[in-house]
């Protein structure tokens, strides 16, 4: 079946500008997160969605990061007046929310090069 | 707040030798484990969890993986690798808990195997 589906796959921008990622979970997935993968840094967590709310924004760096999702489903993540240290890469991963111990599947990320 | 802590960031070994590859993590309540995989250009893929039961859990490709909770470690094994298992690794916690389920992730050790 599908998997988690990300886009764009590489993104390279000027600083400054604003960006969306998109991230597209497995049907009927109703958690969905999102991490950066940065150099030296590895995996963080930025944000987690039950439905179409986030009860933990927690992770989000600064106020320039937003995140919606709507439908249960697509989820979208901007980042405004981008700065060179946003580049990494972005992952999205869901997940049934049905019990502890689920397995969370991730998209192959967005690529985020910030000039 | 959890962390994890994984102590080899490269490891580079001869096809058909041993492997073991530490984690360690700190939190205070009941967790979760798991343990990633990154082979070069894929999304990362679940190669094994713990959440109850059996401390000892097999994973795929004959991974395995043994909790021991006065260590708060949760090492990965293989008794013979092969040049396919080339990729990084990702140990992972979370809370038990039903909803969020963020991971948080160690910086990630990458295999390197010689033919």
């Known amino acids: 079946g599908a998997g988690v589906s990300q886009s764009p796959s590489n993104k390279v921008t000027e600083k400054g500008k604003d960006v969306e990622l998109r991230c597209d979970p497995i049907?009927?997935?109703?958690?969905l997160y999102w991490y950066r993968q940065s150099l030296g840094q590895g995996l963080e967590f930025l944000i987690y969605f039950q439905g179409n709310s986030a009860p933990d924004k927690s992770g989000l760096p600064s106020d320039r990061f937003s995140a919606e999702r709507t439908g249960g489903s697509v989820s979208t993540l901007t980042i405004q007046r981008t700065q060179q240290e946003d580049s990494a890469v972005y992952l999205c991963?869901?997940?049934?929310?049905?019990?502890?111990?689920?397995?969370?599947?991730f998209g192959d990320g967005t690529r985020l090069s910030i000039l | 707040a959890q962390s994890v802590s994984q102590h080899n960031h490269h490891v580079i070994l001869s096809e058909a030798a041993s492997l073991e590859l530490g984690c360690n993590y700190s939190y205070g309540g009941t967790v979760n484990l798991f343990w990633y995989v990154q082979y070069p250009g894929q999304h990362l893929q679940l190669l094994l969890k713990?959440?109850?039961?059996?401390?000892l859990v097999k994973g795929i490709k004959g991974f395995e993986a043994e909790f021991i909770k006065s260590k708060f470690s949760f090492n990965l094994r293989k008794p013979s690798v092969q040049w396919s298992d080339t990729a990084e690794y990702f140990c992972?916690?979370?809370?038990?808990?039903?909803?969020?389920?963020?991971?948080?992730f160690g910086t990630g050790t990458r295999l390197t195997i010689i033919p």
């Open positions: 049907s009927g997935h109703t958690a």
């Open positions: 992972a916690v979370n809370a038990a808990n039903f909803g969020n389920e963020k991971l948080t």
């Open positions: 991963a869901s997940t049934w929310s049905k019990g502890t111990g689920q397995p969370q599947h």
């Open positions: 713990y959440f109850s039961g059996d401390p």
